[in-house]
């Protein structure tokens, strides 16, 4: 405050005007960043409670919405900011739905997917924000989802619940992962890409107003 008061009333060099005024908007940039992380953790949190299954042959693979805020996250705040949506989101719902092993597999699991499909879209758009970087990124990001998610199902997450609550697949670890977890989270992937290019062409102008790109976040 007192550096304002100094700039105002000429107490300041230019050059230390200069630098007041950058600390300033440095400052509102990241106070809005903040906001922004939050409001979209709570959308998604929120978008984590409704959730449908989509293949019937494993009706506990469902598909909720709640990784399209953390792509717009992404898409406004960089790769950094869309982890730290998935993350606060996650944390969130790990906490609200009373802790527990099971809960935490479930939450890292839907963690660890959300920065597998997000962190190509943010590094696409990074630099440049443009539908074709857009459509490229979300096209990275379903196919590296699928990849970390068979990957951790086969190597960890199944056999932690196998462990954890004598869970019973009826079918063979690499069938599940073929049959299961590949169409999952390609049909998956797909839907939340598409609802992210429909919900974020009417916000192209507002997207490319307040992005934050990589001069500013980091």
């Given amino acids: 405050m007192m550096a304002v008061f100094l700039c105002q009333h000429g107490g300041l060099s ?3 005007r200069l630098e007041v005024f950058l600390m300033n908007n440095v400052a509102s940039t990241r106070i809005h960043r ?6 979209l953790s709570a959308f998604g ?9 989509i293949i019937p042959a494993f009706p506990f693979l469902k598909l909720d919405g709640s990784d399209v805020p953390v792509l717009i996250g992404a898409l406004l705040y ?4 869309g982890v ?7 944390l969130v719902h790990f906490v609200l739905t009373g802790g527990g092993a099971v809960n935490l597999v479930g939450d890292v699991a839907a963690f660890l997917a959300s920065c597998a499909l997000v962190i190509p879209v943010g590094l696409t758009v990074r630099k440049q924000f443009s539908w074709r970087r857009l459509v490229t990124g979300l096209v990275l990001g379903v196919v590296l989802l699928t990849v970390v998610m068979s990957i951790m199902n086969y190597f960890v997450l199944i056999p932690v619940y196998m462990a954890v609550l004598n869970f019973k697949l009826g079918v063979s670890l690499a069938q599940y ?14 839907l939340l890409a598409v609802i992210t290019a429909v919900v974020a062409r009417p916000l192209n102008g507002w997207i490319q107003h307040n992005r934050h790109d990589s001069t500013v976040v980091r």
């Fill in 177 to 190: 992962i073929v049959i299961g977890v590949v169409p999952f989270n390609l049909i998956k992937g797909v």
């Fill in 84 to 90: 730290g949506v998935a993350f606060i989101r996650s």
């Fill in 34 to 39: 903040m906001a922004g992380i939050a409001i």
């Fill in 78 to 81: 960089g790769p950094v900011g």
């Fill in 45 to 53: 949190f929120v978008l984590m409670n409704f959730a449908v299954p």
């Fill in 14 to 16: 230019g050059a230390n």
